[in-house]
């Protein structure tokens, strides 16, 4: 690692922060630490840090309007933390412009990975958006042939199809909202059609899930929308 | 004789003339008939048979008529009997006295026999008023509820007295407010008009409301404020009554909902402090050093800490389910929704029952979308594999299969576990219910009963059924919301 990451944490319990500062030190980030919302973007304007893990209830002002403000400025990676029950509450704060969320509680290794995904999409973002192939996991889409490989095996995919499995592939590994989804793949009219969704997923893990019952790839997150998990 | 509906009203001059009028034709005819049988009569018997129409005039329409009857007899028994005929004067002195014991004897027999008629219907009256009283109190008796003891009695007040309105109104019902109730339902008379008559319910203790009458005819009789009066209190002892019973039966549902929080609470301070001890246990042991760096004992040890944690998180959801369930504060977000979806993401949270169980899926590759909330419908899936897993013999595979069916979907989950019996079928879907190998089975027996909560607020039903060779859970979904249909497309 050439430079120190530097990751901004807005929560506040204590338990939380003291947790998260020992253990991503430790894992050999530079943290910063604020309780409040205002103290967040505060510090957000005056460190410039490369992530931030914003928790969306807060004593001041809440998630989604630290969401909103940041988002006018800045484009560096937000990682929502909520609670199991407010699926609704990830949502909004996705669809502000969060790039990822975690439930509470989590795994650090789950967190870590989500770190890893955001920080490549930031990078990903700034300097390869226009490569004309994506390797995620076994497959290899090859933008500019319109063509899906897994290993030497062609998968033959409809328009729809392909234009969906461009999409959650080239965000892999990130959770991407049925609204974010319908608007990129079948326009801003549509946003509402779950339907449609549901069946491409479906057509689409018949064709690239070995058991699309128990999908590994194409992971459903329930009441948010979809996430590509090139690991499988 | 049968008995007016109503309280007698009080005669105006018209409905008292025929009776006078009868007395009248009755006396006449006797005295005809008597003049012509003069030849036969000596003026004695004549006066002693015109006291018959003196005397049943009064027998059958009281004191007036028969003072009449009495009159013209007397005037018919001087004119037509008495020398110097056909004059109304008397010369002899012993006929005089006879004329003037004549009128007293028929008043006497008027005075008499009106005042028995009288005193016979002022009984039958009464006898009426007490069968009202017993009717009414018999009709009270059945009711429970404030507002239909209240609008029986509008009902009934307003049909005895004929008044164009009755109100009645308690102050303060049992949920606090007034209740008022108005027979008919929309008041005749302009809002503001005073009633005419108004009635307290008195209760035992305390003033519990009124009885409003508005009628065309403002006054109202003795006997009718006397029957009012009745009926007030009747009522207002039946509701005291109902507001008792409804009392106790809060009590009862309180001391009911109080046994149910103390088996929560019992159970949910075990359930939470099993995993917080072996969490406890396991992290004091890693931190105290008696365990070596790089050994079997520590992973295990960690293992053990992480499960449990996931435990402790899956309790407090449940908990936090289960309170939204019964507060009836689940709001779903139904959205078209694809089970196997939900399948999915409920077997990647149920690991340990996946791991212990082999899981067999069979869903049609045409089966519908469901039209339900995906989050909550993956709650359900996972307590009840879940559930399964606790209960079968490790090894043994959990099955899950879904049909169309109807309108709708079946969804069936089948273990290898144990029957239960077949009457505690439906108790299973109870809270805190463990019918079986409770000691062996860790939870708060609050899954289950979230299931069927969650199930049927989405309008379907869940239930249980014992296998010849395992135990099935089924539920029903909808595939139908009010009017769209998913589209059928195709890439």
């Known amino acids: 690692m050439t430079r120190q990451m530097h990751i901004l944490v807005i929560d506040d319990e204590p338990q939380i922060l003291r947790a998260l500062r020992t253990i991503l030190t430790a894992k050999g980030f530079r943290i910063s630490t604020a309780s409040r919302g205002e103290e967040g973007l505060a510090l957000a304007a005056v460190e410039e840090p490369d992530l931030i893990i914003l928790d969306l209830s807060l004593p001041d002002i809440d998630g989604f309007q630290v969401c909103r403000e940041l988002r006018q400025w800045t484009r560096t990676p937000i990682i929502v933390l909520s609670v199991r029950e407010s699926e609704r509450d990830k949502v909004t704060a996705l669809d502000l412009g969060a790039d990822d ?94 339907e449609y969704l549901r069946v491409y997923i479906r057509q689409l893990r018949q064709k690239i899930e070995k058991d699309p019952n128990q999908p590994r790839y194409l992971v459903n997150e329930p009441g948010i929308g979809y996430r590509f998990i090139p690991e499988g | 004789m049968s008995y007016p509906t109503t309280l007698t009203r009080k005669p105006t001059w018209i409905t008292r003339l025929p009776p006078y009028l009868y007395s009248l034709l009755f006396t006449a005819v006797t005295v005809a008939a008597l003049v012509l049988a003069r030849p036969y009569l000596t003026a004695p018997v004549a006066a002693l048979l015109l006291l018959i129409p003196v005397s049943l005039s009064a027998a059958a329409w009281g004191l007036g008529p028969s ?105 303060q019902s049992s949920n606090g407010k007034p209740l008022l109730v108005s027979t008919p339902p929309i008041r005749p008379h302009p809002i503001d008009a005073q009633p005419d008559l108004v009635i307290s319910l008195l209760g035992t203790q305390y003033l519990l409301g009124e009885m409003r009458l508005w009628r065309e005819r403002k006054s109202f009789s003795e006997t ?45 301070s075990h359930e939470l402090r099993t995993p917080l001890a072996t969490i406890k246990a396991a992290i004091t042991s890693l931190s105290s050093g008696t365990v070596p760096w790089e050994s079997d004992a520590r992973s295990e040890l960690v293992a053990v800490i992480d499960e449990e944690a996931d435990q ?62 995906d989050v909550l419908i993956e709650q359900v899936f996972s307590n009840l594999i879940s559930n399964s897993g606790k209960y079968s013999p490790p090894g043994t595979p959990i099955e899950i299969h879904a049909a169309s069916q109807g309108g709708g979907l079946v969804v069936t989950v089948i273990n290898r576990g144990p029957h239960v019996a077949e009457p505690d079928l439906g108790r299973i879907f109870e809270k805190f219910q463990r019918l079986t190998a409770a000691d062996r089975v860790t939870g708060t027996g609050l899954g289950l009963s979230i299931c069927k909560g969650i199930v049927e607020a989405h309008g379907g039903t869940i239930w249980a059924e014992n296998l010849p060779d395992g135990f099935a859970f089924h539920f029903t979904l909808s595939t139908s919301p009010l009017s769209e249909q998913p589209v059928e497309i195709s890439g």
């Open chain 1, 101 to 194: 969320y975690l439930t509470k509680p989590f795994g650090i290794e789950e967190l870590l990975a989500r770190i890893r995904v955001a920080m490549r999409h930031a990078g990903g973002a700034a300097h390869a958006s226009a490569s004309s192939v994506i390797q995620a996991g076994p497959f290899r889409i090859d933008i500019t042939a319109h063509q899906v490989m897994r290993g030497d095996e062609e998968i033959k995919l409809t328009a729809t199809e392909y234009n969906l499995l461009v999409y959650l592939a080239s965000n892999a590994g990130r959770v991407l909202t049925h609204r974010a989804i319908l608007e990129q793949v079948w326009g801003p009219a549509d946003i509402d059609h779950v």
């Open chain 2, 67 to 171: 003072i009449l009857a009495g009159l013209l007899a007397f005037i018919a028994l001087n004119y037509f009997f008495i020398s110097p005929l056909y004059t109304l004067t008397v010369h002899q002195a012993q006929d005089l006295l006879a004329l003037l014991v004549f009128l007293g004897v028929a008043a006497l027999i008027s005075q008499l026999v009106g005042r028995m008629r009288d005193s016979l219907a002022l009984a039958e009256q009464r006898e009426h008023e007490s069968r009202r009283l017993y009717e009414m109190s018999g009709q009270l008796g059945q009711r429970k509820d404030e507002g239909q003891i209240l609008q029986y009695l509008a009902d009934y007040t307003q049909e005895t007295t004929l008044a164009d309105q009755v109100e009645t109104l308690v102050t």
């Open chain 2, 312 to 373: 402790l998180n899956r309790l407090v959801g449940n908990l936090l389910n289960m309170s939204r369930i019964e507060a009836g504060a689940l709001q779903l977000q139904r959205q078209w929704t694809a089970i196997s979806d939900c399948l999915a993401a409920a077997l990647r949270r149920s690991q340990t029952a996946s791991r212990d169980h082999p899981i067999q899926i069979d869903l049609p590759d045409d089966l519908p979308l469901a039209w339900v909330d």
């Open chain 2, 224 to 268: 009718e404020m006397r029957l009012l009066q009745t009926y007030a209190s009747l009522a207002a002892v039946t509701l005291e009554r109902a507001r008792l019973a409804q009392e106790s039966t809060r009590a009862q549902i309180l001391e009911e909902s109080d046994r149910l929080k103390s088996a929560l609470l019992s159970s949910v």
